[in-house]
């Protein structure tokens, strides 16, 4: 099955779980002040807003951050503050964070590669799970999935990724399947595993164009749909309706925003602009407005210039009917000034319409975190570590 692009846009396997020891000589978070930066917010449903700062790779760099709501403070670099005897800190690399109840699972893809659990309410070590070249991981009731190059990083670029399952109760991996080549973004829903494959390391830069749909029961490959070049980040939201970013070739083929699943899902061929538009980031969030995808990109198609200024956009995709609403946006938050800007991940407030944003800056400086208000005023911002790409909201 192929699908029909909405938005046109042009961007820039197993190893063993390895169990770690607790750190029992950490305090409670709330002794870490941080940097206060806004008003509390006592009244909304979320206690935390984590950030997991990539790093520079190869200098196991990568830290984790969290916004408190209820007074307004800002923490930097939380793991290595409440897990002091934890040798190495978090890891080399962060690519993905998600929070599963009362923990938050960090993806670290440099190094060996790792998954780190930590409890999302103190951040105190968990465990470390070894799987190489992990990218991003999603969750059912008994098992997290992890999307794994399998090394392809080193040596082996024609080397097809996997799925790599675990079994959460004891942080152990249990089992993996062969995908296609190096598989990014990917999404549990209604029984089965949708992972995207990008094929972005492969030695002819052919890449790949698939995602691979699982049994989550059997856990067998069960069907692939063929959507466009280089697949990254894919989102499916509570009434099945799926949509994957592909981030084209980089001189030949545009990237994009394509529906996979749900109705009309072969036949969304809407546009957002007549200019294509270079994909920064995205995000789905599901609130009271309704569940929307969040994309933030500029029409300064194919401009390579590190000094070139940009003009950014905020595209907002209504997942049930795929409505597309277009803004201005000026991150007046950016690390290197409004016009250098350059968004690297990008979060949203369900319950408020707030949009955090993180900005890389030069890729190796610190970067910033910014919120904006609904109406894209900026509301506060802080520095952040180096290359804020991904958030988290954690409930109470």
Not at 174 to 184: A, F, K, L, R, W
Not at 315 to 336: I, M, Q, R
Request: with cysteine; charged share 20%; hydrophobic share 35%.
């Amino acid at each position: 099955m192929k699908s029909k692009a909405l938005l046109v846009f042009s961007m820039v396997a197993v190893a063993i779980a390895a169990g770690c020891t607790k750190d029992e000589t950490a305090s409670r978070d709330e002794d870490l002040a941080g940097i206060n930066v806004a008003v509390g917010e006592t009244s909304g449903p979320y206690q935390k807003l984590f950030v997991l700062n990539e790093g520079k790779q190869g200098t196991n760099n990568a830290t984790l951050d969290f916004f408190r709501f209820s007074d307004g403070n800002y923490v930097q670099s939380t793991f290595r503050k409440m897990n002091p005897t934890v040798t190495g800190g978090l890891g080399d690399t962060g690519n993905d964070l998600k929070i599963d109840k009362d923990k938050a699972w960090a993806v670290l893809n440099g190094g060996p590669g790792l998954v780190e659990v930590l409890s999302a309410k103190n951040e105190t070590h968990i465990a470390t799970i070894s799987i190489p070249t992990p990218r991003n991981i999603a969750f059912d009731d008994d098992y997290a999935y992890v999307s794994s190059w399998s090394g392809a990083y080193y040596g082996g670029a024609d080397r097809k990724g996997a799925v790599v399952r675990v079994r959460k109760s004891k942080y152990e991996v249990v089992d993996s399947v062969t995908v296609g080549y190096q598989p990014e973004g990917i999404a549990v829903y209604d029984g089965k595993i949708y992972v995207a494959c990008c094929g972005g390391a492969k030695s002819d830069y052919s890449y790949d164009d698939r995602i691979f749909v699982l049994d989550a029961k059997t856990f067998k490959p069960t069907d692939t749909i063929t959507v466009a070049k280089n697949l990254k980040d894919i989102f499916i939201d509570s009434k099945g309706n799926g949509w994957v970013t592909a981030m084209g070739d980089f001189f030949s083929i545009h990237s994009g925003v394509y529906k996979f699943l749900g109705d009309n899902a072969e036949s969304c061929n809407s546009t957002v602009s007549d200019t294509p538009v270079r994909f920064s980031c995205a995000t789905l969030s599901e609130g009271a407005s309704g569940s929307n995808l969040y994309i933030i990109g500029t029409e300064d198609e194919w401009v390579w210039d590190p000094k070139a200024e940009k003009n950014w956009k905020l595209y907002t995709v209504n997942t049930g009917t795929g409505a597309v609403a277009v803004e201005d946006f000026t991150p007046e938050g950016a690390a290197l000034g409004p016009r250098s800007a350059v968004p690297y991940g990008i979060c949203v407030n369900g319950s408020n319409g707030d949009l955090y944003i993180g900005d890389a800056g030069d890729y190796v400086a610190p970067g910033t975190i910014s919120c904006y208000s609904q109406d894209l005023r900026l509301k506060w911002m802080t520095t952040a570590g180096v290359d804020p790409g991904h958030m988290a909201l954690y409930r109470k």
